[in-house]
């Protein structure tokens, strides 16, 4: 079974522009959760979707979004960007039908660089 | 106060030692607790996960909670040069998969 997937691997942009980034889940999970990794943070969650609506939602500014779409792909969307927001960005998908409390499965991450 | 606290390391041991890995938690609320190992530019790998107090061994792992001190261990016996990778604890918080990352330990086992 194919693991997660996330396009593109890697992501260079200037501030004050957006950029969307992709996850495709394990198959037949419905659960997609997005984090945000630096070295001074750690690993923080952003959010999580399961059949196409926001579960669970981060502390993160509203600059940062998400969606589901009917395939279980997820989509998330930085807008106006700024340096801070240079990181590793990773995705990990589930089945979703245990309330939450289940294994999350992680992909390679797309690593996005703000100049 | 951070909810979850690991000691980032680094740690460095020689091969065929038994390594322990610690965080602790302050939300007695967690109930579900993960172990991801994560490889430099990789994303992190899930290793085990146990549920409430107890132990759980997955051939050289060893996975323990103690709710009553919030305490959770990692334990890779036989230790080999390809587990030189960060272990990272995180508990699963109430709200749907919202996993709690501890700041990873940064394991590096020489030959």
């Known amino acids: 079974k194919a693991g997660v997937t996330q396009t593109p691997r890697y992501l260079i942009k200037t501030r004050g522009q957006q950029v969307t980034l992709s996850c495709s889940p394990i198959s037949g999970h419905r659960s997609v959760s997005w984090y945000q990794q630096t070295p001074g943070q750690g690993l923080q969650f952003l959010f999580e979707?399961?059949?196409?609506?926001?579960?669970n939602k981060g502390n993160f500014p509203g600059r940062f979004s998400g969606r589901q779409f009917s395939n279980s792909r997820s989509e998330m969307n930085v807008s106006t960007l700024e340096l801070g927001d240079s990181a590793l960005y990773l995705c990990a998908s589930s089945l979703g039908d245990k309330g939450g409390q289940e294994t999350q499965y992680f992909g390679p991450g797309t690593r996005l660089l703000v100049l | 106060q951070k909810e979850v606290e690991q000691d980032p390391g680094p740690l460095s041991v020689p091969e065929g030692a038994i390594v322990s890995l610690n965080c602790t938690y302050s939300n007695s609320a967690f109930q579900y607790f993960m172990w991801y190992r994560q490889y430099s530019r990789k994303g992190p790998e899930l290793l085990m996960y146990t549920y409430s107090s107890g132990n759980k061994e997955d051939g050289r792992f060893t996975a323990q909670v103690d709710k009553s001190s919030k305490y959770i261990s990692l334990f890779i016996r036989d230790s080999q040069p390809s587990d030189s990778a960060t272990y990272l604890c995180?508990?699963?918080?109430?709200?749907?998969?919202?996993?709690?990352f501890g700041a990873g330990t940064r394991l590096a086992v020489h030959p």
């Open positions: 995180a508990p699963i918080s109430g709200g749907y998969n919202k996993l709690i």
């Open positions: 979707y399961f059949s196409e609506t926001q579960r």
